[in-house]
């Protein structure tokens, strides 16, 4: 049915958005790779210290999924910034040898531009990632990486989302190597190349999702639970939901649902559990354990046997490093938040009191 302000079709734009992500991912393989071992090399060489991350909204859920990387590949400390200690308090740390990421799809707010340019007075290496390398924070970092994924016009981002995650995974990995080079002992360095095909194969079982998307379609609120690499995903499937359906949707960290919020859990409770298959889906089953012995209308995004011992879910291609696999776990819940939002009625194009470029101070 097509809107009749508008005369469009609700959730054109963002189904179509969606849809273009593997060609996203081929072209930032194809295109973008080679810059970005470039730019790898280059803050390599200076050999940074300490990173930080700073970003906003879903971008700021890539760049915790940096700080995963980070952590684990590069064995370097990482932290997410908080951007008022310098734009609204005047703090100025010393940033000597630091590595500041700044991740923005659009490169248009004020405060992350801001904190960037003050980053870069404190001695820090800056590097933007962006959808826009004509953006003022482009313009104001050492460092730029072009996320490739195109103008994207519906308010819920999903292609710059992947692409995000993507471009960040190969800077870790470039910063990984000698000179920038991918080494295929490193895991997921192997894999990237079959991303784009993998990722094909699961939108295209978006039937599945819409089956899924019944049991949420009357929902009162939603938690959503994942540990490691899967955690980013989780406060994204969050964000993705509640910006679109208007559901109240939590994310926790396994560990942190243990701690006290499980107690609000109870038999008619719909909690999304992604599952990632190695470390982070060990960690995760005491969690998962406890929920099914709450009775919990449990969902689990992740391998066919966690899948199996679910209420329901959806099974996610198996061999895929844990490291990348982020890039494939969100594409059935952007698909969720999509067909959810349209079983009530609603235009996931074009959410209620959001603007594309957030401007905040």
């Known amino acids: 049915m097509s809107d009749p302000h508008t005369g469009s079709v609700p959730g054109r734009i963002m189904a179509a958005e969606m849809a273009e992500q593997p060609a996203v991912l081929q072209r930032i393989l194809d295109e973008g790779a080679p810059k970005i071992r470039e730019i790898a090399a280059g803050i390599a060489a200076r050999s940074p210290r300490f990173v930080l991350l700073t970003a906003r909204g879903t971008s700021d859920n890539a760049a915790l999924y940096a700080k995963y990387l980070v952590e684990i ?18 703090a100025q740390p010393d940033l000597t040898d630091v590595l500041a990421i700044t991740v923005s799809q659009s490169g248009g707010s004020p405060d992350l531009v801001a904190s960037t340019k003050a980053a870069r007075e404190a001695g820090a ?11 003022p924070l482009a313009e104001v970092s050492e460092f730029h990486i072009d996320v490739l994924a195109g103008p994207e016009k519906a308010l819920p981002a999903t292609k710059t989302y992947t692409a995000e995650l993507l471009a960040l995974y190969l800077l870790v990995e470039g910063l990984r190597g000698d000179g920038g080079t991918f080494r295929p002992e490193a895991g ?3 894999a990237v190349k079959e991303l784009p095909g993998l990722a094909a194969g699961v939108l295209a079982r978006q039937a599945e999702v819409k089956a899924l998307a019944e049991r949420y379609r009357f929902a009162q609120r939603l938690v959503i639970t994942s540990r490691g690499y899967g955690y980013p995903t989780a406060r994204e499937a969050a964000l993705k939901l509640m910006e679109t359906t208007y559901i109240p949707a939590t994310p926790f960290s396994g560990a942190d649902l243990l701690h006290g919020p499980l107690a609000m859990v109870d038999n008619v409770s719909p909690v999304i559990a992604i ?11 005491p969690v998962l354990d406890r929920l099914r012995g709450r009775g919990a209308d449990l969902v689990v995004i992740g391998q066919q046997a966690q899948v199996d011992a679910a209420s329901a879910g959806f099974a996610l291609p198996a061999g895929v490093p844990e490291e990348v696999q982020p890039i494939l776990e969100i594409l059935p819940l952007q698909q969720l938040a999509y067909e959810v939002t349209i079983a009530r009625g609603q235009d996931p194009d074009a959410p209620r009191a959001l603007a594309k470029v957030t401007e905040t101070h």
Do not use: F, H, R, W
């Open 73 to 90: 590949l590069l064995g370097k400390p990482a932290g997410l910034t908080s951007m008022s200690t310098i734009t609204a308090y005047g």
């Open 125 to 135: 290496i800056t590097l933007a990632v962006t959808n826009n390398p004509d953006s």
């Open 188 to 190: 997921g360095g192997s």
């Open 275 to 285: 599952v990632p298959d190695g470390k982070g889906g060990e960690a995760l089953q």
